[in-house]
């Protein structure tokens, strides 16, 4: 009963953001479409402070770094210790409000607080909070940050986030190495200011995509404790194996997290391409270029990305 009321509370919400959008657009209908959008990432931004405030745990990162398969992780981990139901996802304080015991944890790309507070070049929102920064490579990102332009991103969001417009012929090299929302620039930006704030965070935990790939279990264990979440031995290799990528595939193909909205479902069934779980290969953007290109690539990260992610 209590997933049920959650889920209804969640839709609840997700209708109550779309109204509060569309009423917004309404009443600036005769004012400029720079102005529209500015006011949209105001109120985004108010919505963003709102759970960063009431947060126990938030973990940010940059779109496309592997935001889904931690949350997946998570969710499955707390299904696991307190009986939740098996569909569903954490999704701020759902989880929370079916067991007090498990923490709001407030997953976040952090792109709209700053345009709410004008505060461009510190964290301070996060000072006081316990933050988990999950990071990879942006040149992985930038890859997997084009497909999911090309095939999942509605062309709104294309146009709030500083993308190309929907349906242009933007290479993908030259989305990768531009100045636009998904590209290396504005991933080295944003991971570097994490970089330079991070100390000024009181609680503060680096976890690297690449990392948790390779040691899923020790990094998860990690985190946890980080968290201040007790979990046997047994329960972190349960939520291992379930986010395993071919059963993400699965779950993905199968749609078992509608009710979670499109975070898990595939654009086009039909397209590969479009799938929220795609190649979760480390290293995958060499496949996509020539060997000109990938050096460009990787003379552009180490010229702009802070030597403190190791990614140089």
């Known amino acids: 009963m209590k997933h049920i009321l959650q889920s209804g509370r969640q839709f609840l919400d997700t209708v109550a953001k779309k109204m509060g959008r569309f009423f917004l657009h309404l ?36 779109g496309k770094s592997g935001r889904t398969w931690l949350r997946v992780m998570i969710s499955h981990l707390f299904r696991v210790m307190h009986g939740l139901p098996e569909n569903a996802l954490l999704g701020f304080d759902n989880f929370h409000g079916m067991n007090r015991s498990i923490p709001k944890i407030f997953f976040t790309h952090d792109n709209y607080i700053k345009d709410l507070t004008g505060d461009h070049s510190s964290k301070q929102p996060f000072y006081g909070k316990r933050v988990v920064l999950l990071a990879r490579d942006p040149r992985d990102v930038a890859v997997s940050q084009f497909f999911q332009w090309k095939f999942r991103m509605k062309p709104h969001k294309s ?80 939520a291992v194996d379930y986010s395993s990528y071919e059963n993400m595939k699965k779950m993905e193909s199968k749609q078992q997290f509608r009710l979670a909205g499109g975070r898990m479902m595939p654009g086009d069934k039909n397209n590969p391409d479009s799938f929220k779980v795609r190649r979760a290969k480390i290293g995958g953007y060499r496949d996509y270029f020539e060997d000109s290109e990938v050096a460009a690539i990787d003379t552009q990260l180490a010229e702009q990305l802070d030597a403190y992610f190791g990614y140089s």
């Open 27 to 62: 009443r600036m209908r005769n004012a400029s479409e720079a102005e529209v959008l500015a006011a949209e990432r105001k109120m985004r931004g108010v919505e963003q402070l709102d759970k960063l405030q009431r947060a126990d745990i938030v973990v940010v990162s940059f």
């Open 159 to 238: 146009a709030i986030n500083n993308y190309p417009l929907a349906g242009s012929d933007t290479s993908i090299f030259d989305f990768v190495t531009g100045d636009g929302g998904g590209g290396i620039h504005a991933i080295a930006e944003y991971m570097n200011l994490w970089a330079q704030e991070s100390p000024k965070v009181e609680n503060f935990h680096l976890l690297r995509y690449e990392s948790l790939r390779a040691n899923p279990h020790e990094e998860l264990a990690k985190l946890l404790e980080f968290m201040q979440v007790s979990a046997t031995q047994e329960h972190i290799d349960k």
